[in-house]
């Protein structure tokens, strides 16, 4: 565990508890969804540290959040890999020790379907086994919690078990296919390279639209829908956090909440790409292929409980909007945050 050359020094601020100060530990928190978290978090006035081992996240990232708080205090980054099996046990150990966290956000995850079917047993181990290195810490430092497939599921039965003998607050938000980007223009997404094949569907639409890629794979097309293809449930980054805000001031001691986080609808992988088409301006190639191993014809969420219980609605649902404002971050950032 260290520090990264990139950021500054921590203040005695992230050690020790300050009333009307919550502390939160992101991790996984220099990726696409857990920046655009801690950004939320950080203009909501908390106090957050990142940890994240960098194989799927951006430092570039961490950097935008470093520029846009730099008083002491704010933020902090940590170069971890919750992923060691060698050395992940003293290491999340010794991050809990010297610092005070409130809360925990967890973040720290593979999260593509594709590469999940070929290399199955790294998503176990990624998902569980960081999921329980991170609960024993939390457990025995008194820490809140608000947390792919079977090993999701997995790493959720896992919590509900560890709840039974703790008196920790823990929030579980469930959710699938994520888009958008911060509507200021300061994060994106910036997917690896050697992870584009594997990535999001709007990814390979905005590589297909760049010149990246020459079109667009869509797989599957005699799924038992209107139109042939897949129907998701696209859920924009910016509500994805608020949501996760929301379960974070409604965490309660000894109690456990399980909430579906979507819009509620449905909408095909077919009209996902005219979407992306119209917001792009690019008449963009597609390529009809057979199915995809792992998917199923039909995701999508019932939001009712968490509107009931938490007051979160889904706000940016107009699909062509959200991926609008991506495309924007996307053509100002043509080779990621390395363009910033």
Known sequence: MHLSPNSRLP???FSRHEKGVTHVLVTGGAGYIGSHAALRLLKESYRVTIVDNLSRGNIGAVK??????????RLQFIYADLGDPNAVSLLVDKIFSENAFDAVIHFAAVAYVGESTTDPLKYYHNI????????????????????YGKAKKMAEDMILDFS??????IMILRYFNVIGSDPEGRLGEAPRPELREQGRISGACFDAARGIIPGIKVKGTDYKTHDGTCIRDYIDVTDLVDAHVKALQHAK???VGIYNVGTGKGRSVKEFVEACKKATGVDIKVEYLPRRPGDYAEVFSDPTKIRRELNWTARFTDLQESLGIAWRWQKAHRNGYSSS
């Open 164 to 169: 039974k003998n703790s008196d920790m607050a």
């Open 11 to 13: 203040s005695f601020q």
């Open 64 to 73: 935008v959040l470093q520029e846009l708080f730099p008083e002491p205090g």
């Open 128 to 147: 569980t086994s960081n999921t329980l290195m991170v609960l024993k810490s939390m457990a025995a430092h008194g820490v809140a919690i608000n947390p």
């Open 253 to 255: 001691p000894h109690n």
